[in-house]
């Protein structure tokens, strides 16, 4: 089969497509072929070895010290299920599915994938570029906003980067969840942005949110740009400073927070699962939830993939089509 690999760290030329063994699938896996993945803002930090300082060695040892470890990157993916080990009890060969593997391998034309693995049925009225493009950011801006940032109805959140793949679905489940958005992004996707619900957008190149007398219950920067300092008086009493983006000064800052003062910063990451994406999927199917494709590409194109995602300004999200 076909798959996008990498054999060493670096720009986005150092994938190429080239033909590698279809998987086989072991006790309780399915086999997917796949329709569609995205090159995710996390694929382009493993590539390109971009790790917040303070987590670059304990990345090395988990995704490989001189060369990775994991030669096809790739984490969502959307597709039909080809073959099931007789132990699944969830699919059956031609269910339409989508998901997040956090494994990765999805930069491929098949993946075999635990059928426990964050992967359901996928929606019927959005397609399969639509379904890939949806689960990277969604999962994780569910995790922050829900878990990490304790979202109640009626509170004022600020999204920082929210026209990324982050930001897009972290507008929309802030809105869900009742609370009165600003989306901060650039002129040219202030449009977009309003259009998935918020009530107030800024522009980070002409106007610096901290300096127009607002405040937030929660402040989610999903672009690694905001310092505490920075934005500490923007919060309100028990706000919450949420960084997608954190190296280890942010975690310092987040364990003195914990202990001192009543605002605080709070970092993590998002690990993938079925029980969220379910309820992503609930949110697609009602109409609450809206993919955001930025641009899509063929596999033969994914190099092109990785520059845009590496731009840092990508819509939505880098979709990969494989059908
Ligand atoms: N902690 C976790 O578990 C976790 C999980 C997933 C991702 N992440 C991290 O989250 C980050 C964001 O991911 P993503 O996929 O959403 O990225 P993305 O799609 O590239 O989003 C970029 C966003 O940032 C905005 N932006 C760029 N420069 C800005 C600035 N100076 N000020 C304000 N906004 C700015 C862009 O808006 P314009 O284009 O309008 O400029 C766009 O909205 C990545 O660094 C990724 O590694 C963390």
Do not use: W
């Amino acid at each position: 089969m076909k798959a996008a690999v990498f054999t060493k760290y670096g720009p986005p030329e150092v994938v190429q497509i080239k033909e590698v063994d279809k998987p086989t699938i072991k006790e309780n896996q399915v086999l997917v072929r796949v329709s569609a993945t995205a090159v995710t803002s996390g694929d382009a930090r493993i590539r390109g070895f971009n790790i917040p300082l303070g987590f670059r060695t304990l990345s090395r040892l988990i995704f490989g010290i001189t060369k990775p470890r994991k030669q096809v990157l790739g984490v969502v993916f959307s597709g039909i299920v080809e073959a099931i080990d007789e132990r699944v009890t969830q699919f059956k060969v031609g269910d339409a599915v989508f998901g997040a593997n956090n494994n990765f391998g999805t930069h491929a034309e098949y993946i075999a994938i635990l059928e426990r693995e964050s992967m359901v049925l996928k929606p019927s009225n959005i397609d399969y570029t639509q379904a890939a493009a949806v689960p990277f950011g969604a999962l994780t801006s569910l995790k922050f906003l829900r878990d990490f940032g304790k979202i109640k109805s009626g509170q004022k959140v600020l999204i920082n980067g929210a026209s990324g793949a982050l930001g897009v679905y972290a507008v929309q489940l802030a809105k869900h969840f009742g609370a009165e958005v600003t989306g901060v992004c650039s002129a040219i996707n202030l449009e977009l942005v309003k259009s998935l619900g918020a009530d107030h957008v800024i522009d980070y190149t002409t106007t610096d949110f901290t300096s127009n007398n607002e405040t937030y219950d929660i402040i989610y920067d999903t672009v690694g740009k905001i310092s505490f300092s920075h934005c500490k008086n923007s919060l309100n009493v028990n706000g919450r400073l949420l960084l997608a983006v954190a190296g280890i000064s942010q975690y310092f800052k987040m364990l003195s927070t914990a202990l001192i003062g009543n605002k605080k910063v709070v970092a993590g990451v998002a690990i993938f699962n079925k029980k969220d994406l379910n309820t992503i999927k609930v949110l697609l199917e009602s109409g609450e939830l809206k993919s955001v494709v930025g641009k899509s590409f063929l596999l033969e194109d994914i190099v092109e993939a990785h520059r845009y995602v590496d731009s840092g300004h990508k819509v939505g999200s880098a979709v990969v089509t494989l059908d």
